[in-house]
């Protein structure tokens, strides 16, 4: 992608920024899936039949771009890690 081009051309932790995002984004919509795959769709009686996946996928995309905003504020991975392994051990 493009961030993580730009990051390798100039290594430091404002582009590191940049190369996060666009992972962030990516884990979170293979997560989405992941629950889509494996879950079934809920049957609430109404005529939009939702899945999980697809109401889980904003908020975990706005998580995963705060965790990479708040890494980049604070210095703190924490938030960050949770965010992009957790899921990937859950689909393990």
């Given at each position: 992608?493009?961030?993580s081009?730009y990051?390798?051309?100039?290594?430091?932790?404002?582009?590191?920024?940049?190369?996060r995002?666009?992972m962030?984004?990516?884990?979170?919509?293979?997560?989405?899936?992941?629950?889509?795959e494996y879950?079934?769709?809920?049957?609430?009686?109404?005529?939009?039949?939702?899945?999980?996946?697809?109401?889980?996928?904003?908020p975990?995309?706005?998580?995963?771009?705060?965790?990479?905003?708040?890494?980049?504020?604070?210095?703190?991975?924490r938030?960050?890690?949770?965010?992009?392994?957790?899921?990937?051990?859950?689909?393990?």
């Open positions: 992608s493009l961030g081009t990051y390798h051309w100039n290594p430091n932790n404002s582009t590191l920024v940049w190369d995002l666009p962030t984004v990516a884990f979170a919509a293979i997560f989405c899936y992941m629950l889509d879950l079934p769709a809920r049957d609430d009686g109404s005529k939009d039949e939702s899945s999980i996946g697809q109401d889980m996928l904003l975990l995309i706005i998580t995963g771009i705060a965790s990479v905003l708040y890494w980049s504020w604070t210095d703190d991975l938030l960050y890690a949770v965010v992009s392994i957790f899921p990937m051990l859950l689909m393990v």
